[in-house]
């Protein structure tokens, strides 16, 4: 059976920090450079979530995009949107909020969600428009 | 020898309706929400075409872009700008014309003409700039 | 007291034609060519709402965009998405939909939502990424 | 003598927070909702600064677009970008750091740095692709 | 009677070059930088071409928009597109080719063409997506 | 370990000509169009450089962007922005400077000096927002 892949974005704005806790300033500021500015900084954040499989023959879909974006919000962008990515999101404890960092922690929040025989196969995150991480789960 | 990929992205802007003729009205609002409405709805698309092959050392082409553009626009996008997707299009009776199920017409429409050793390989196909399908013929 | 301007940009995604109903077919085709397509075609109209006045000391606000983007939801984003703007809004019934007057109508559903001391200056609406129109209520 | 309008864009991505240290949490939360969060969010900002004046007749240039970079950077994208707007930056002491309040203070920073004949003519910053506030100095 | 504002998106690709013929080699490096580079460089270019008037009752239009831009075509692009402006162009002879001076003569090109009572209000040339210059005939 | 994909897009202005030197001036214009052009044209290239690799668990990169940034900047765009591409580059002397054969040179100039464990895994070079080229070095 042929396999479409399709696509939905989506956007939340967020603050974060780039820094080892256990280093001190001046290392964090010598390997992270501004990122590693202690009152934080942010960025409005792209999120591309690729999901394949066979096209329903009833609906002409791989998978409802809208239950798609629902399951996105609810379990990512809500978690994530006008946040704090080093302080407010519990799945993101202890985890430094690198743009490659996030995307492999956003594709385990969302993988088990997407329902049989879909499945997820590529999650790409924008830090900026000039600046993204893909992951694909291997 | 090397394959380089290239890639040209064509528009065109078209009317559609996703409803299953053997349902009832009720049961595609269901399905389909808004994108069900008996009066139709549009969109402005954009599709990028991949060809992928070798170089031809006298050209530095792995084909030529105009003649790329050129047959689809001849085979696809002539068809289907400021068309009804639903009613106007020869090539697509009988399909319900989700994105998944246009971006397979539209592989199998551009797929023969593409001249070897070039091959085609992958079919974008955006419905807005926040959801779109990709087919490559598998 | 310094005046700013804010604009919050919102879409929507409807079918139409441009033909006049006293026109026959070979007229209405010989002056809107394809956009007279009998069965529609459709486009992802982008809206841009501009709003300007004086800056609230308390907010920071000229409006509060939240605001600003409900009512233009409420008043007709809601009414257009995912419609046929011929057949099926009751305040563009009679109106020839062409980006110009699309425009002049917003304009008109917005103007006396907005709260003084604000003051709706200026809207504008694409058709495509290539072709739009803006209205300044004179 | 003709006046031509020339437009620099420069980027900065910065955290900050709305909200009035004199009222409580629960009033922020009512009247800035998730811009109020206690721990920050933050954006990607665009800048787009427009000078008019005549042509110089010798180097066909309203004002070396170069200059004009260089300035924008030296008095505002250095002291903002990557860094808190709420706490980091002595000219935004005490200013509630909404998108037209920032547009002002930027406006301020530059206006006296432009050479004659040219003058600032515009001032455009956006918090997000869909949202944006400008200055024109009145 | 309502004025509306139309505008059309139009693009070509040339090679240029900044430099005063009466100026040595140094003296044009010194005040163009690497854009009096002796073998060219080049850019896309956007322009938007934007004409006010009154809405017709019969069509709906300010002006036919494939009418603007046949005649932007035939009396701009088609002399300026893949082309050297510096060389190649019969009405740009002896003009330094700045984004100013080539708004300032596009503009000139193009009014004399739009039919009443439309008038040509405003010419925005875009050098890159960061750089741009606007002309208003004043 | 899992591999994730990073991406800096870079971008620089350059002037070219599409040409065979063994071919006289009507073949060139045959093959290769308006791109034949003695006198140059030129546009404004994009380029997307994509690294994998696993994360460095200490600074949550694949590998530090700002290094990626300056090792394309110094092995090509510092040689490639404000140029002629087909007289002022050493490494691209006898290249007939199509994208296909840009992409595959600029890939030789970047591969050897990612570091390990990373990889170059994809280069994207844009030559308009509607035709791009990408290699992976296979």
């Known amino acids: 059976m042929p396999r ?16 080892q806790p256990e280093w001190d300033d001046e290392k964090n500021r010598r390997v992270f450079g501004d990122c590693a500015n202690r009152n934080w900084h942010g960025h409005n954040y792209e999120l591309d979530v690729t999901v394949a499989g066979p096209v329903d023959p009833d609906t002409g879909y ?4 809208k239950d798609l974006k629902d399951l996105v919000n609810r ?3 809500d978690d994530l ?3 704090n990515l080093n302080l407010d999101v519990s799945w993101l404890e202890g985890v430094l909020p690198s743009t490659e960092n ?3 922690r956003i594709w385990e929040r969302i993988e088990p969600h ?8 590529r ?14 789960g291997d």
Chains 1, 2, 3, 4, 5, 6 share one sequence.
């Open 4 to 19: 479409v892949r399709i696509t939905r974005r989506l956007h939340f704005s967020a603050a974060h920090r780039l820094a």
């Open 62 to 65: 791989v998978m409802d995009l």
């Open 75 to 77: 379990h990512v962008v």
């Open 81 to 83: 949107d006008h946040r």
């Open 102 to 104: 996030l995307v492999m």
């Open 114 to 121: 997407i329902p049989a025989p879909a499945t997820l196969e």
């Open 123 to 136: 999650v790409v995150l924008w830090e900026t428009p000039r600046h993204w991480a893909e992951y694909r």
